[in-house]
């Protein structure tokens, strides 16, 4: 089995929240291969320090825990690097899709690395961005919203 991780669904592995458990349940699956996009690096330390602005998190240090157990942790999986081409794809998304579903630059350039991998075989979406999920599903490919299943 083949996953991609966005960044909605990587944070649920190291703070606890809705979707945690089965986030972690299928990134600890046997016989699975997890692949994340080189951007999910930076948007993750963003994430989590947006949830320390917003007290779900209460320790800067826990901040900067959960960022070094994150980068550690990915050394193990596959990480998509961006290229001019995943650039250019994520703005065909924008274009195609943005007006009716408020697609977002990162998100858009999850969606492009995504389907670049789609296309080498059977990869299983893994998001708990609503808006994200159904995107992909109507490209008529699999999703898992942690939060939902």
């Not at 990134?27 to 291969?33: G, S, W, Y």
């Not at 969606?111 to 808006?131: H, K, N, P, Y």
Request: aromatic share 12%; hydrophobic share 40%.
């Amino acid at each position: 089995m083949m996953y991609y991780f966005d960044t909605s669904a990587l944070v649920k592995l190291y703070h606890d929240e809705e979707g945690s458990k089965k986030a972690i349940s299928l990134f600890e699956e046997q016989d699975v291969q997890i692949y994340l996009s080189q951007i999910a690096i930076v948007e993750f330390s963003s994430s989590l320090y947006r949830k320390y602005r917003n007290r779900e998190i209460s320790e800067e240090k826990d901040v900067l825990q959960s960022v070094r157990r994150f980068e550690i942790d990915i050394q193990y999986e596959n990480t998509i690097l961006l290229d001019s081409n995943t650039v250019l794809e994520a703005r065909d998304y924008i274009i195609k899709w943005g007006s009716r579903f408020s697609l977002k630059t990162l998100d858009a350039i999850h969606l492009a690395c995504f389907v670049q991998l789609a296309l080498l075989g059977e990869f299983i979406f893994i998001s708990s961005d609503t808006r994200l999920c159904e995107i992909v599903r109507e490209m008529g490919h699999e999703v898992i919203n942690p939060e939902r299943e």
